[in-house]
């Protein structure tokens, strides 16, 4: 189905869920449903993904290169499980995710990770701590940071 389909945008759609699309390679997502959140997985070439206003995230993207939340207002955590399996991550873009409190200590073993960005004012100031001294070492990758 739809074998010529690389870039896919999908908003405010409750019921959908994704299945049998191998070539989308860069998806976007707004206003989801956990539905379609959890079908998101099934997308074994997904190389980039945008999530806006949701409040679940996928849990199993190895292919996955760019990885971006904004608006995420209920995110509080990037749960382990979705980053400990993102061995190809390149970028990590946080913006406008007001309730982000803390990113997993398993970010540190993003060896692919080269960028990753906090936009956001309040959410660049309560990671800031995350991001201070020894941790900011530890995730010794990370080319950019703003």
């Not at 405010?12 to 869920?17: F, Q, Y």
């Not at 960005?117 to 701590?129: G, H, I, K, M, Q």
Request: proline share 5%.
């Amino acid at each position: 189905m739809f074998p010529h389909l690389h870039d896919l945008y999908i908003s405010s759609c409750p019921k959908l869920t994704l299945s049998c699309l191998p070539s989308v390679e860069e998806l976007e997502i707004s206003c989801c449903e956990e539905e379609l959140v959890e079908s998101i997985s099934s997308l074994c070439g997904l190389k980039s993904l945008r999530i806006y206003r949701c409040s679940k995230l996928p849990t199993q993207l190895p292919a996955l290169e760019k990885l971006v939340f904004f608006y995420c207002d209920e995110l509080e955590c990037i749960p382990e499980q979705v980053l400990e399996a993102l061995n190809s991550l390149r970028t990590l873009e946080i913006d406008m995710c007001i309730a982000l409190m803390c990113l997993p200590e398993v970010i540190q073993h993003l060896t692919s990770l080269e960028v990753s960005t906090v936009l956001s004012t309040w959410t660049a100031f309560r990671l800031r701590p995350w991001f201070a001294g020894e941790r900011l070492f530890a995730v010794g990758s990370i080319r950019y940071l703003y």
